[in-house]
């Protein structure tokens, strides 16, 4: 099977999956949920399906779906302990390379929007996913209701886009047409990211000039990390 390169090859699920295996699919899943974005999420769990229906990867579909489960939440859990601790720091580093501003800003509205139910939601839209749980742990979520929404949404998103790969890999169709699904998986799963930026930015510009000003012009926002007023922290 070969997959059409949306990237350097050594980032492409198929490559990860053939090199790594299942414990290279784990550790990205972990780290990919509260550590570091822009790692192949949901079509590096699609291609393990796909890869246990074809049996190219060995161990079965219930245990890969398991420890798929479980290094998600985990990963969530990670996140979460560092939104709490290390949150205002984080979300003060406006020029941060690896903690980008626009990044953590958007998962914050997207969590502002959808309320705990955001944490399952964030698992199946890419970036936002890695920062939800730190903006939950930030904005002092109570941990019981991320907890319960975590599992949930770990369960959702681990074992349901795991199994759908390998159900829709059981049909010729699928397997002769894998990179058309990777791309589609690719633009379908950046569609809300780009919404969500694209309004914030909208919004941020249009309270700008209701108050006469540039956006930028001498604003010191408050940083997501210390609205502790807000909804999540009345939770």
Known sequence: MNTLALGPEWISP????????????LVIVFAESGLFAFLP???LLFTMGLFVASGTVSQPLWLVCTLIVIAAILGDQVGYMIGKVFG???????????????NLDAAHE????HGPKAIVLARFVPIIRTFAPMVAGATAMKYRT??????????LWGAGVTILGYQLGQFEVIKNNVEPIFIGIVLISVIPVIFEVLKSRKQKKAAAEAGGTEPGAGEDPQAPGQQRSGRHAKR
Do not use: A, C, W
């Open 14 to 25: 198929e490559y990860l999956i053939g090199q790594f295996g299942l414990v290279g699919t």
């Open 41 to 43: 999420g949901d079509s």
């Open 88 to 102: 205002p720091k984080i979300f003060n580093k406006p020029n941060s390379k690896l903690f980008k501003r626009e």
């Open 110 to 113: 997207f969590m502002e929007k």
């Open 146 to 155: 991320f907890l319960t929404f975590n599992i949930i949404g770990g369960v």
